[in-house]
């Protein structure tokens, strides 16, 4: 019932580039096309998905943008053939980009470009669409969020105390000041830990850190 996800990323050294995986094609539900020791090199500035399947909450014609970066050994994609996997997306040239694998209750989830690695291969990648691709697979694989940011330059976590206590984090990412109305779980409130009152909007300076308690609602 679980889902893996993985994304392929031949290397940024010239030693060994490529991938090293047993069983790689069987795995992923595949047939690649690599050639032994060639790079199959990205060569737009942006790479775009467009989605011809829904996947978790990402809608069939969404569309997801890169900004392609890094040295001439990780700039590259997999070219790969279908077999047992399906084509959850394809990129502007029809490649498949993300695909799956439905494996009993679960699936395995494969991008064929390294997206995390262009972002750390610029200055000021961020905010970019990894995020969402993120959310798509947090929501395919059930996996319930406490509380949600509606903005990507917005980090969120939470924190159980030993107490029961439950404790929410917004950090900003924006030099400027930013204001949000985050997703919170039915029957729940943040809550100001000074004045105990109910919080819908958030509201952070730049760079900004706040700290609520997530609790139930109160009953009218």
């Not at 993120?134 to 107490?163: K, N, Q, W």
């Not at 819908?200 to 850190?209: F, H, I, P, Q």
């Amino acid at each position: 019932g679980s889902t893996v996800y993985c994304s392929y990323f031949n290397g940024g050294v010239t030693l060994r580039r490529g991938p090293w995986h047993s069983n790689f094609n069987e795995f992923f539900g595949v047939e690649h096309q690599l050639r032994y020791g060639l790079v199959d090199a990205v060569d737009d500035a942006v790479v775009t998905w467009t989605f011809e399947s829904g996947l978790g909450d990402l809608a069939p014609a969404t569309t997801l943008s890169f900004r392609a970066s890094g040295n001439l050994h990780g700039r590259a994609y997999l070219p790969v053939v279908p077999r047992d996997s399906r084509v959850v997306a394809r990129d502007d040239h029809g490649r498949p980009a993300l695909l799956v694998r439905e494996v009993g209750s679960g699936r395995i989830v494969l991008s064929t470009y390294p997206t995390e690695y262009f972002a750390s291969a610029q200055a000021n990648a961020n905010p970019e669409d990894t995020h969402r691709l993120y959310g798509s697979l947090a929501a395919l694989g059930g996996i319930e969020r406490a509380v949600i940011s509606p903005r990507p330059d917005v980090l969120v976590d939470s924190l159980v105390h030993r107490d029961g206590s439950h404790y929410v984090w917004f950090l900003s990412q924006a030099a400027e000041p930013v204001s949000l109305l985050p997703g919170i779980p039915g029957g729940k409130d943040l809550v100001d830990l000074e004045t105990g009152a109910s919080v819908a909007e958030v509201n952070l300076r730049g760079y900004g850190v706040a700290v609520y308690r997530l609790s139930a609602r109160a009953k009218p």
